[in-house]
């Protein structure tokens, strides 16, 4: 991996996290996960997946709309 050893990769994280600092990490992961998403979604690369997030295309019905539809 371009000859990046652990001590290597340990000063790159501790110069990431000097610079914009451990509260601003997750954000600075996610931007950079739907960069590389929309990159490969726009060349064709990924298809649609289902994400975890409980955004099914089908409909849950609660158990109260059930018991109003019996009476």
Do not use: W
Not at 5 to 31: D, H, Q, T
């Amino acid at each position: 991996m371009f000859g990046l050893r652990m001590p290597e990769l340990l000063l790159i994280l501790a110069i990431v996290v000097i610079l914009f600092g451990a509260s601003r990490l997750p954000a600075l992961g996610a931007g950079l996960g739907q960069g590389i998403r929309s990159f490969k979604k726009a060349f064709g690369g990924e298809d649609e997946k289902p994400t975890a997030s409980g955004n099914g295309s089908t409909p849950t019905q609660s158990s109260s709309d059930q018991g109003s539809k019996q009476a």
